[in-house]
């Protein structure tokens, strides 16, 4: 008979860690709705009014230079992503940086999708990046994601793409803004969704574009016929309504408000220094336990490349390393499902391509209190599937 271990004496306040959607801002509730411009026609002067507030406000707390342009577009981050590479790509040629799921989709849709003749696609396996002297980000076009949301690795900076360069360096930032600094000045094309760092509700991508990527907007057409949701061009001009309120399909207001609310409450909490502080702390939490139990370790090999969102632990208990791919698999999801079962972590557990382990999301709207309360229960859940295994 297995020896149950001893449950932890404290829980997290709120137990939510998924990695998209991800928590709601600290003292949410649907009253932070009320006032939602409902039951109007998104083109109306006040709904309109506040799509652009969404923009303006985004723009206003990421210190993006004020020549970009920056719209909400359909099918969040993924609907954003490939609009920029359907629209851009093609022109020169493309590197493609694959380190986990979503980069490896990007990888797919150049290579297989849009059968772009010059495309390399420089890959590394979960928990490294690319070799990043690889690129040639000075005359060819480079598209990555900045943070792996499903191996949680980061890239710690964009030193591989010069300032002055021919190509255009498209990024993924869905796990990134609002909990990262990014350097627009080495960016063309910036992506991200609501439902990320600010706990916003999914459905809607933000996409940002550089002068430089507008002119390669105006400049060039894809030979391949282009869906209605990806056009950003009439005339061969921007449409610049995109960039001011007057998204191409037909947005959920209610999300709008929601998104707005936590916009002001990013503004709240010292705009995005005080939430990248935040997010930076509760990595910091899982890095202190993580020096002290050799149950656990980051799936980033490298400490300057780990994501302090998307959160992704390996098992290196040794019972857990001797076993199968599958057995591992298996005891990795048991672990989750205690979590979930005591009600101190939801959605806990990794990536479904990812190797087998947890994923704690550590967004800014994820109290570090709460993670520090969490971890004792990571160490609970260990043993007790550990000792389950023991005795069969």
Not at 69 to 97: F, H, Q, Y
Not at 309 to 328: D, Y
Request: hydrophobic fraction near 45%; glycine fraction near 8%.
């Amino acid at each position: 008979m297995a020896i149950a271990a001893a449950k932890p004496g404290i829980r997290p306040a709120n137990p939510r860690f998924s990695s998209g959607p991800c928590a709601k801002r600290p003292g949410w509730s649907l009253a932070a709705l009320e006032g939602a411009m409902l039951g109007r026609s998104h083109r109306a002067k006040d709904p309109k009014a506040r799509l652009a507030e969404a923009i303006d406000r985004s723009k206003a707390i990421l210190g993006m230079p004020a020549d970009w342009r920056l719209g909400i577009v359909p099918a969040s981050d993924t609907g954003a992503v490939e609009m920029a590479m359907w629209s851009m790509l093609g022109a020169r040629g493309v590197d493609v940086l694959a380190w986990e799921s979503f980069s490896k989709d990007w990888a797919t849709d150049a290579l297989k999708q849009l059968k772009l003749r010059d495309a390399r696609v420089i890959e590394a396996p979960y928990g490294r990046l690319p070799d990043l002297s690889q690129v040639d980000a000075a005359t060819r076009d480079v598209v990555f994601v900045w943070n792996g949301t499903t191996s949680g690795v980061r890239l710690p900076d964009a030193d591989f793409i010069p300032v002055q360069r021919e190509g255009l360096a498209i990024c993924d930032a869905t796990s990134a803004a609002f909990a990262m600094e990014l350097p627009w000045d080495r960016l063309d094309v910036v992506t991200w969704s609501w439902q990320k760092v600010l706990g916003g509700e999914a459905a809607h991508g933000m996409l940002a574009l550089s002068p430089r990527a507008v002119a390669r907007l105006e400049s060039y057409s894809p030979p391949w016929p282009m869906p209605k949701i990806f056009r950003m061009t009439k005339g061969g001009k921007l449409n610049e309504g995109i960039f001011k309120g007057e998204t191409i399909n037909t947005p959920s207001m209610l999300c709008v408000e929601d998104a707005i609310d936590g916009l002001r409450w990013a503004e709240g909490v010292g705009g995005l220094k005080g939430l990248v502080a935040r997010s930076e702390a509760n990595l910091a939490a899982i890095a202190r336990w993580v020096a002290t139990k050799p149950g656990f370790d980051f799936l980033a090999e490298d400490p300057a490349t780990r994501s302090c969102t998307s959160i992704c632990l390996t098992i290196t208990a040794p019972w857990f390393t001797v076993m199968g791919a599958e057995a591992q698999a298996a005891a990795a999801k048991k672990i989750a499902s205690l979590l979930e079962k005591e009600g101190v972590a939801l959605d806990a557990g990794a990536y479904r391509d990812a190797p087998p382990g947890l994923r704690i999301w550590g967004g800014a709207t994820v109290e570090t209190s709460d993670i520090e309360a969490l971890l004792p229960w990571l160490d609970w859940a260990l043993a007790t599937v550990a000792s389950e295994i023991v005795v069969a």
